[in-house]
């Protein structure tokens, strides 16, 4: 079930430094949110709060509440481990357990959370191959490790992966940053493919990318929410002079 | 055009002296290996391999009791020096910053050089005196020791190659930090760690101070723990600072056995690594 992520007045801080200032913004179920801006303007940080990966590193601190569905997932009383289950996450590097095979690899998270046993397990991770746009690559070779199979393959198993443990939400950071432009092209045609069911949001350095997939773009800079608008929209007329500046390459 | 010229004669001498100085290590080896094996291959035979010691001048003595007690003692030191060992490198792969880590990093380099007959008299002090008794036991615990740092060292080197990449991975798919070391840090690294228990294994097989004083030696087959045990170096420093010419000869064919096994396990540590490298 897709859900929506709220996120309202939203500050983070690692140590002293303050990363992010007084973020809100919505995505909407069964659509594509866009998170741009240059590089280190905390744009990711903001992706890994809502799966509370940002945790991980010692001396963290946040303000406000970020809300999935109708739970505030900020609250301590939230255990981030069960939480990570329900959100996934892809990352800028694809990174498929190196010593598993191509089917332990996505039927890994069903057996960590016991969510499926005997044959249910092949069936789901048939399933989620299928999704992922690979089954008909791989169908042959699923005892085959998974780390032989190429970049952009890589990048659609370990989404095979995250949708076994059905998620609501998806979390991607620059999915297609080490890939080549058919890889790009598989993993954007698989996003949309993803929106019917899920809530997406993605980190993207590239603008056309954003054009393409997303149905609302948000652009961070410094660590602030500028400006967030239906995609065409910012992207054709942006409110904010910062925005527009950043779309003509005059910052960042 | 001088000045080129100066260069390139500074750098065929820094090549040449490179070249000479690894060219002599492989030398040194070989001499030795190339020794051992003219002096000892004339003694080796089933029977030297599985009998009993005989007296001087008594034909057809062997070293079977030991290649056992060896195997005996090493591993009992394996056995009790890895699990110690993964426990320990799994904390500090995990709490590499904390103060314990930092002490336990320290203390291990620091133990990985205190010289092995140090680490014999304190087995002997601690565990021979109190009970009254050398004992193979003893020999194990003192292998143990000098075992530990060297694969608590090797092995965090190891976890540590596991990519932050799929450590993130494995948690964001909602894997504690338990499911996370067991499922994937572990099984990763295995490779390595295997490599690295077996390079302590033959550098434990060779140790001869820690077992001349915990296990003292003996010329009979081992039956307990509990008793004084034979082992390969203690024999062949025995047999070799005899005045006899047949045990002389013994101490060369054990020496030669004795540096096989060691060989033999560098080179399968090796080709292991290779493999488990090129299939990742």
């Not at chain 2, 024999?235 to 060369?252: G, K, M, N, V």
Request: glycine share 8%.
């Amino acid at each position: 079930m897709a859900q929506a992520v709220t996120i309202e007045n939203f500050s983070f801080w690692f140590g002293t430094t303050q990363v992010l200032k007084n973020v809100s913004l919505a995505a909407s179920p069964r659509q594509v949110t866009a998170l741009i801006g240059p590089s280190g303007c905390g744009k990711t940080t903001l992706l890994r709060c809502i799966n509370r990966m940002h945790e991980l590193q010692p001396g963290t601190r946040s303000q406000g509440s970020i809300t999935i569905g109708e739970e505030d997932i900020s609250s301590p009383a939230v255990d981030p481990v069960d939480l990570r289950r329900r959100v996934g996450m892809i990352f800028q590097r694809p990174s498929p357990f190196p010593h598993l095979s191509i089917f332990e690899n996505v039927a890994v998270g069903l057996r960590l959370h016991g969510m499926a046993h005997g044959r249910a397990i092949a069936e789901r991770v048939e399933m989620c191959l299928r999704k992922a746009a690979l089954w008909d690559e791989v169908k042959d070779d699923l005892d085959r490790l998974g780390a032989l199979l190429s970049g952009g393959q890589q990048q659609r198993l370990c989404i095979a992966r995250a949708l076994a443990v059905e998620p609501e939400v998806f979390l991607m950071d620059e999915p297609c940053a080490s890939l080549d432009p058919v890889g790009t092209m598989r993993i954007e045609e698989l996003i949309k493919e993803l929106q019917h069911e899920y809530t997406v949001i993605i980190v993207t350095h590239n603008m056309h990318q954003a054009s393409r997939i997303s149905d609302q773009t948000a652009f961070v800079l410094n660590g602030e929410l500028v400006e967030t608008g239906p995609t065409a929209q910012l992207f054709l007329a942006p409110q904010d002079p910062r925005t527009e500046a950043y779309l003509t390459w005059k910052i960042g | 055009m001088k000045n080129r010229r100066q260069r390139k004669v500074a750098g065929l001498l820094f090549e040449s002296l490179c070249v000479v100085s690894a060219g002599l290590a492989t030398v040194a080896l070989s001499l030795i290996l190339y020794y051992i094996f003219r002096r000892g291959i004339s003694t080796i035979d089933f029977g030297f391999l599985t009998r009993l010691p005989a007296p001087v001048g008594v034909e057809g003595g062997g070293i079977g009791n030991a290649l056992i007690g060896s195997g005996i003692m090493v591993g009992l030191g394996t056995l009790i020096a890895v699990p110690i060992c993964l426990a320990a490198a799994i904390y500090l792969d995990q709490n590499p910053d904390s103060k314990i880590a930092t002490l336990a990093r320290f203390a291990s380099r620091v133990l990985a050089g205190v010289p092995s007959m140090v680490v014999g008299l304190f087995v002997f002090s601690q565990l021979v005196l109190r009970s009254g008794q050398y004992s193979a036991l003893a020999g194990g615990v003192a292998l143990a020791i000098v075992m530990v740092p060297v694969i608590t060292l090797s092995a965090e080197e190891m976890l540590k190659l596991v990519p932050n990449s799929q450590r993130e991975a494995s948690i964001a798919l909602g894997a504690t930090r338990q499911q996370t070391v067991f499922r994937l840090i572990l099984p990763g690294a295995a490779g390595g760690l295997v490599v690295g228990i077996m390079l302590a294994v033959a550098l434990a097989a060779g140790q001869t101070a820690p077992v001349l004083l915990t296990a003292l030696t003996s010329r009979f087959w081992l039956e307990t723990l509990q008793q004084p045990t034979a082992s390969l170096p203690v024999l062949i420093y025995h047999y070799a600072t005899s005045p006899f010419a047949d045990w002389q000869a013994q101490a060369w064919g054990a020496a030669l056995v004795l540096v096989a096994i060691i060989l033999a396990l560098n080179v399968t540590a090796q080709l292991f690594l290779a493999i488990t490298n090129r299939r990742t």
